[in-house]
């Protein structure tokens, strides 16, 4: 299965909340896992990204959990300020193929 | 540095039209990608060219095609244009034997009427 599941579809956080987006996999073969902001009319910027030897990754006040055998991680973001609103993919890729699968994204709004 | 960069912005297009989308990657970026992105959904991945080459093609139909020439920048080309093929088209760059992740550019906005 090539497919990436996310949720929740959309999000509201009031401004220093922690928003938290899930992604689900079924393919044991993906081995990177990058998630990517996208703000309206720009292409995806990737945040941050984990590789499955790891359990956790933070870069500023984004952190990725991630569950090896659960298949499952997550994208947390810490002190939530308005200007994080924005859709939220995750992704998956086989190294090698370089090809990324994209869950469906996250809607999420930081009220202030 | 300039960033992944995509030409037109915008584009309106009637049915049956053919239409070419350029693409310049990241100075140093030999890998380019292609996706399609319907509104509200995620990037669904198109081509992939390294070197010239296609290296990977997802589940679109033939109507689509695309190259990449020596300077690394890419075309990507569809014929007989559908309504459904309305969509943010996304090239992406990466340094290929790293672990950097892609680059998006910001996109051609196709809209079939």
């Known amino acids: 299965q090539q497919q990436v599941k996310q949720s929740p579809q959309s999000l509201i956080v009031q401004k220093g909340g922690i928003p938290i987006i899930n992604c689900a996999y079924e393919?044991?073969?993906?081995?990177?896992f990058p998630w990517y902001q996208q703000f309206p009319g720009k292409g995806p910027a990737l945040l941050i990204a984990?590789?499955?030897?790891?359990s956790e990754k933070k870069e500023g006040r984004f952190t990725i959990s991630f569950n090896k055998s659960a298949k499952q991680f997550s994208l947390h973001i810490m002190d939530s300020q308005p200007g994080d609103s924005a859709t939220y993919f995750c992704?998956?890729?086989?190294?090698?193929?370089?090809?990324?699968?994209f869950g469906q994204g996250t809607r999420l709004t930081i009220n202030p | 540095d300039a960033g992944v960069t995509q030409s037109p912005t915008h584009l309106i297009k009637t049915r049956g039209q053919q239409v070419t989308l350029r693409c310049s990657p990241i100075?140093?970026?030999?890998?380019v990608s292609w996706y399609q992105q319907v509104l509200g959904q995620g990037p669904q991945f198109i081509f992939q060219?390294?070197?010239?080459?296609?290296?990977g093609r997802g589940n679109f139909p033939d109507r689509f095609s695309a190259r990449q020439f020596p300077n690394y920048s890419s075309e990507l080309n569809v014929n007989a244009l559908l309504l459904g093929d309305s969509a943010l088209y996304l090239c992406?760059?990466?340094?290929?034997?790293?672990?950097?992740?892609?680059?998006f550019g910001s996109g051609t906005r196709l809209t079939v009427v």
């Open positions: 992406a760059s990466r340094r290929t034997g790293t672990d950097v992740g892609y680059t």
């Open positions: 393919n044991t073969a993906f081995d990177y």
């Open positions: 100075s140093g970026h030999k890998s």
């Open positions: 984990i590789r499955p030897d790891v």
């Open positions: 060219y390294y070197e010239k080459e296609e290296r």
């Open positions: 992704a998956a890729e086989i190294q090698g193929a370089q090809k990324l699968v």
